[in-house]
């Protein structure tokens, strides 16, 4: 079955607030096996509230609405949806007699503004609001089913947890969707999409391929929709493990893996160590093993040698390696990497070197070109990149193919390196 | 004049991402006196799309689409936008020849899927993306105007400010909003609300002030609506210069500034240095100044002295302080921030040691316990916070406030710090 979500208010419009009810909500339907067509924002005004319910209602089986529920006047979504259902406002019971218990609980006068949220209209079911003053509305017309909400985000919780979903199911008897989605890592979309186009071709018709493309990796999302639970759960554990096998160098794992999380799980498991010695990633690699619990459990620390001082005094860089070759170079990163493996009694260590940008860049070391190299027990192994324009992304991507050169080593030693053209 | 906004993809519909691109194209249209009506978000399919760009231009002179543009089959915006303007695809010569320079340099293989992406609809004009493989798409139907843009975040904000801001400016002949925002840091909003309260009431009628809160600062904006735009950019410049006078302290700067931004500036125009020495933020505050463009400047470097000994060996701390102390500890921040100071040859180095969590915490120094300390030339100052259990707060909190200590001390010497109670 099918739903769409309305939100409604001017703070969304102009961008001042992200909407992360209708992201919530999203995950909730979708959960219980309800595929979210459509979403709307929409400012607090009778015509443009009006037009997209009567839209959503002619597409989908449920609405969900939330906002607008406010005892001021600039809150309209209440006296809106009445008329649109046919309904009047009507004091209700109830709702009264919560209210001014509960405010008078917390020392807040009962005023007109208040009694008014007591005013519901007749053609609805009342979901009571344990968590403020706005209760939850639940319309019916021809089976299809509007729900409006308080646009507050932890009010609005509670009732799609405790009213909303189990009315959901109930009326419209739900199936469950499944989802699952893996992470890859270092093949560009459309590298990815030819190599693992046979797995693809071979996939039941129920399952949904879906690519969801960051800066940083690409993931891979099954969906499986009008199936048996537990059925379409196995098969897509098969199906990835399938596709697992087809490019392990670039399968990372699933929902929430990145290149750090791989590294930390590899390295954690063998009880090895890891120091990094950053110049262009400038704590950027340190930073996001760091962020990660448990980093102390293999991350001994690191050195941001953005000086030349730093890099011979703190790395024991050679200063004749950086005046005859410069910071940008092979042997400044092989050497930077050596002396923190060396400095911090780590197992592993990653270096960078590169010209973030946007100065410093000269005619044979352009902004984006960034020299890495990890040292391990084996020796040490350094790769050139090149970038583009932008500090930011060359910072990011400096950052991750640093430490995907690390996993890619820790996966399958030396010679992955050698395949995937790094050495 | 009135814009709506479409973003396209699947993984909005189910919850997996925020729609942050519309909350980002939301503000920069409404900078723009572009007021935005409504904003839909629709899935990877044909009918959808034509149905909500219909009803978008139905309503609005201006609609922005993004999303749905990357090489695979499930993206199918192109095509769609192709044949709802009655266009074809063509080899848009331009692009082509990009493509094929920026993916050789990065060592990509130019097949069929990237080639495809130079296709583009004759229809359009071809507005060019420096930084990835899509264009974007100007279309344009009696004088109303749709654009097209990718969903990657950092590629549809260049094409934005560069391209779609402008071109909307020139073809909707806008008047001109002026706006400018100041950034406070460290004071509750409702304090710094009453601390204010006399400017904000002798503010002239014509200047609207907006609050713009954010967990880390408050931001404070002035809008000049139908004024001369001279005029009201300067009467803004003296208003903020007064509120800077107000609340020296807690001015960071403007729009886009931070502590770090703030440091920074400090630091570039004195001709003096930093380093720093950290352990529980792990190395987001280096990462934070080496982010910024120029920070090479004045940043000489940092260590990372996650364990005791990259403390003692770095970092030169008594191991006999570590041992009578623990890590998290007045005297290890001390010996932290001067012996980075030392190390790096830097006017300042800031240090940081505690307990990000979740594990690590004890009685004494339960999770969210952080010290921190700055080395100056007259001496080291240290402080200690104590913040709660999420290890992203505390590694953000400790970060801000850490910086913030060494800009009180750049802009008032040890006195600020003693009158912010700091020590």
């Known amino acids: 079955m099918k739903a769409e979500i309305i939100t409604i208010g001017d703070e969304i419009l102009i961008g001042q607030i992200h909407d992360t009810n209708a992201t919530w909500i999203s995950r909730q339907l979708n959960d219980a096996g309800i595929r979210v067509r459509e979403r709307v924002t929409v400012g607090d005004e009778a015509g443009q509230i009006t037009g997209a319910v009567d839209r959503a209602l002619g597409r989908a089986e449920a609405v969900i609405v939330t906002g607008g529920l406010g005892p001021t006047k600039d809150d309209i979504t209440k006296q809106t949806l009445a008329a649109y259902f046919g309904g009047e406002l009507a004091l209700h019971e109830p709702t009264h007699a919560f209210l001014e218990q509960m405010l008078g609980e917390r020392g807040i006068a009962f005023n007109d503004l208040n009694r008014g949220q007591a005013y519901l209209p007749t053609c609805c079911t009342v979901l009571p609001n344990r968590?403020?003053?706005?209760?939850?509305?639940?319309?019916?017309?021809?089976?299809?089913?509007?729900?409006?909400?308080?646009?507050?985000?932890?009010?609005?919780?509670?009732?799609?947890t405790d009213e909303v979903l189990p009315r959901l199911r109930e009326h419209f008897r739900l199936r469950s969707i499944v989802h699952r989605t893996a992470i890859t890592f270092g093949l560009a979309e459309s590298v990815l999409a030819t190599t693992i186009a046979p797995w693809e071709e071979a996939l039941p018709p129920y399952l949904k391929l879906a690519y969801l493309p960051n800066p940083q990796f690409i993931r891979l999302r099954l969906s499986a929709y009008e199936a048996e639970h537990d059925r379409a759960a196995r098969e897509i554990e098969g199906q990835f493990a399938a596709l697992r096998e087809l490019i392990p160098a670039y399968f990372l794992g699933f929902e929430g893996a990145t290149v750090q999380s791989a590294v930390a799980d590899l390295l954690t498991a063998r009880g090895e160590t890891l120091g990094t010695a950053e110049s262009c990633t400038g704590g950027a690699i340190a930073s996001s093993f760091t962020a990660m619990a448990g980093a102390s459990d293999y991350f001994l620390g690191g050195v941001v040698s953005y000086s030349n001082e730093a890099k011979t005094g703190m790395l024991g860089v050679d200063p004749a390696a950086l005046a005859e070759h410069g910071a940008v170079s092979r042997e400044v990163a092989e050497q930077m990497a050596v002396g923190a493996r060396r400095a911090l009694g780590s197992t592993y260590a990653i270096a960078t070197t590169g010209i973030a940008g946007p100065g410093g860049g000269t005619p044979d070391k352009p902004v984006g070109t960034v020299w890495m190299a990890i040292a391990t027990p084996e020796g040490v192994y350094a790769r050139l990149a090149h970038y583009g324009q932008l500090r930011e992304q060359n910072i990011q991507r400096a950052t991750a193919q640093a430490i995907n050169m690390l996993r890619l080593y820790l996966v399958g030693g030396r010679d992955v390196l050698v395949n995937e053209g790094l050495l």
């Open 131 to 160: 968590n403020g003053t706005a209760p939850g509305m639940w319309f019916e017309r021809d089976g299809r089913v509007l729900v409006s909400l308080p646009g507050v985000p932890f009010e609005m919780k509670a009732l799609v």
